[in-house]
């Protein structure tokens, strides 16, 4: 299983952010993407997942409203649209992948079993 993060960068508060996941290789018929951030200093939190089949989505409380999830299963992509970006999103963004979940699950880093590279966000003026 591979997962390919990409679309971080700088941005200026109130600014926009698409960022994709890329993944290979997950085959069961259920699976979770998700979305994680690690602020310097900090704990790696639960951003936002969707599963794949039945549309289960978790948002963290901190960016619901301004974060989007989507994804495309025929490209097997995952897309997290940010807006209304604050300095206190700034971090490495990873995705992450895990078969079978269920919804307390969800946000919970250590569900999930494949990991890919971290995407850098820069919130700042």
């Known amino acids: 299983v591979q997962l390919q993060a990409s679309g971080g960068g700088l941005v200026q508060p109130g600014g926009s952010l698409r960022l994709t996941c890329a993944t290979s290789?997950?085959?069961?018929?259920?699976?979770?993407t998700g979305w994680f951030r690690q602020a310097p200093g900090k704990e790696r939190e639960g951003v936002s997942c969707?599963?794949?089949?039945?549309?289960?989505?978790f948002y963290a409380d901190s960016v619901k409203g301004r974060f989007t999830i989507t994804r495309d299963n025929a490209k097997k992509t995952v897309y997290l649209q940010m807006d209304s970006l604050k300095p206190v999103d700034t971090g490495i963004y990873s995705c992450?992948?895990?078969?079978?979940?269920?919804?307390?699950?969800?946000?919970?880093?250590?569900?999930?079993?494949?990991w890919g590279q971290g995407t850098l966000v820069t919130v700042s003026s």
């Open positions: 992450a992948a895990a078969p079978r979940l269920i919804w307390s699950q969800l946000g919970v880093p250590s569900s999930y079993h494949y």
């Open positions: 290789g997950v085959t069961p018929d259920h699976y979770a």
């Open positions: 969707i599963t794949n089949d039945d549309g289960m989505i």
